[in-house]
């Protein structure tokens, strides 16, 4: 009897453990828990901790409350201007009512397809109607606001709410970049041409000025020289003439000796002169008188060989 006893006071025990295992359910910080009773989801519980639910019937589905995020693949968008944009965008958005949410889209993959719909559609209605600097680089914020805005719009519908959009890229489809590279790269070229264009003739005019400016220094440099020499003759030849009018028989000497040193300096010269000539009158007399002619022939005759 006691072994019965205790054998089913255990089968009680297990029971009432399973049974309370199945009535208690925690929900973590980060979530929040929606319990279906009979396929009819009741109040969303949004409070962290130890909850309970009805053992066996009521089922218990978890919903995210922290921000998620949308990725969209890249897409090619048409601007005013009629210019191509390839746009990547994102978003991020989280649920704000759980039970609104499990009624229209049940999950978030079922969210994240329904959000990629309104936020395409968005993306191209409003980049549309804007030109392509804008989206690029004038009213990128403000195009931004209104996107989200709309999407949001849209998304209140299924129990959520978008916190945010952007636009992660938006170029110029590649040929469309290669063609615009090309431009840039001729036209820089030009402008390159005209600079050195423009440096050439610059570098041209000042050589031209500083060649003009040489040309005028070397003829001025020339006209003081000779000017200076002239002056320093006409001192020289006016010094000559006062030494010759104070002495004219040294200043004879003195000029011989000049001529002396300038007719027989030199290794390959010589002088074929008779010895009364009157070139070396100094050398026969002191004072350089000149010496009789001889018979026949006039004085200071001779003929000068040079070897």
């Known amino acids: 009897m006691k072994t019965g006893f205790l054998g089913i006071l255990a089968v009680v025990v297990i029971g009432a453990l399973i049974l309370a295992v199945s009535a208690l359910f925690t929900v973590r910080q980060t979530e929040q828990a929606l ?8 109040m969303p519980i949004r409070e962290a901790g130890l909850h309970f639910k009805a053992p066996f019937i009521d089922n218990v589905v978890y919903i995210e409350k922290r921000i998620l995020d949308l990725d969209l693949p890249a897409q090619e968008v048409i601007a005013s201007d009629q210019k ?11 649920v704000h009512d759980a039970l609104l949410f499990y009624q229209t889209v049940g999950s978030v993959e079922g969210a994240a397809n ?13 980049l549309g109607e804007n030109t392509f600097q804008n989206v690029v680089r004038d009213a990128r914020p403000q195009l931004m606001g209104q996107i989200r805005d709309q999407v949001n719009g849209e998304a209140q519908k299924l129990g959520l709410s978008v916190v945010d959009v952007k636009i992660r890229r938006a170029d110029l489809p590649n040929e469309n ?16 041409a005209e600079i050195r264009a423009q440096g050439g003739e610059a570098a041209q005019r000042i050589r031209s000025r500083a060649d003009r400016e040489v040309t005028v220094i070397i003829a001025e440099a020339h006209r ?3 000017q200076k020499r002239g002056e320093g ?7 000559y003439a006062e030494a010759y009018g104070r002495d004219p028989e040294f200043f004879a000497f003195y000029r011989s000796m ?3 040193e300038q007719g027989l300096k030199g290794d390959n010269t010589r002088l074929v002169l008779s010895p009364d000539n009157s070139f070396f009158r100094f050398f ?16 200071g005759a001779g003929t000068a060989a040079p070897q």
């Open 84 to 94: 191509r944009l390839v746009v990547d965008a994102f978003a991020r958005y989280r």
């Open 224 to 226: 003081d020289s000779e």
């Open 35 to 42: 319990v279906i009773r009979f396929g009819s989801p009741q």
């Open 177 to 192: 970049s290669q063609a615009i590279y090309d431009r840039m790269k001729t036209e820089r070229e030009r402008e390159a």
């Open 258 to 260: 000049q001529a002396y």
């Open 284 to 299: 026969n007399t002191p004072t350089g008188a000149e010496a009789a002619a001889p018979a026949g022939g006039q004085p």
């Open 114 to 126: 329904r959000l990629a719909t309104f936020l395409n559609s968005s993306l191209r209605r409003v």
């Open 233 to 239: 003759d006409a001192q020289r030849n006016a010094i």
